[in-house]
């Protein structure tokens, strides 16, 4: 007669681990950010740019007011149009989406040359520190600097689909 070997607690459990299925864990997919360095710079950019048309209505605002003491009339209308700009774009159309870190919006809000994308921020943010006396548009500028090289993700200056 042959004796069978006595199976060990050992042994069954061993069976019994490698029957049993690995509990599949579900790993949600985090897209990283352009910039790993983003979330250090975001508050920065955010707050900027929530200030950013109240720093260029101060500045319209001043320059007005500087320019009509002086009576110089062509300094006087680049003050207007500073006032125009901070009221029609930069409030509305930038501020607001800093605040509310609308950074995509930022992104696709562009004017379209052919095949280039150029963001309305940047297009501004110059119009803004011609007309602003070199600092009006310095917030409008500092931002969108940041946004497009720095950014949460790549800009892609081109209109053409990849």
Avoid: H
């Avoid at 790993?36 to 048309?53: F, M, R, Y």
């Avoid at 930022?106 to 297009?123: A, Q, S, T």
């Avoid at 006396?133 to 090289?149: H, P, R, T």
Wanted: glycine share 4%; with cysteine; aromatic share 14%.
């Amino acid at each position: 007669m042959t004796e069978e070997p006595s199976e060990t607690k050992e042994s069954v459990e061993a069976e019994k681990k490698k029957e049993e299925k690995p509990k599949e864990i579900k790993k949600e997919k985090t897209k990283k950010p352009y910039n790993e360095n983003w979330e250090n710079i975001e508050p920065l950019v955010q707050t900027v740019g929530k200030w950013a048309w109240i720093i260029a209505l101060l500045n319209g605002v001043f320059y007005l007011i500087l320019n009509i003491v002086f009576l110089d009339i062509v300094d006087i209308i680049f003050s207007i149009i500073t006032l125009i700009i901070a009221i029609v774009y930069v409030k509305p159309r930038f501020s607001s989406k800093c605040s509310d870190k609308n950074w995509d919006y930022l992104y696709n809000d562009v004017l379209v040359i052919g095949n280039i994308r150029i963001p309305w921020m940047l297009i501004m943010g110059i119009l803004l520190e011609i007309f602003g006396f070199w600092w009006g548009g310095a917030a409008v500028l500092f931002v969108a600097i940041i946004l497009l090289f720095f950014g949460p993700k790549s800009y892609n200056w081109s209109s053409k689909a990849k």
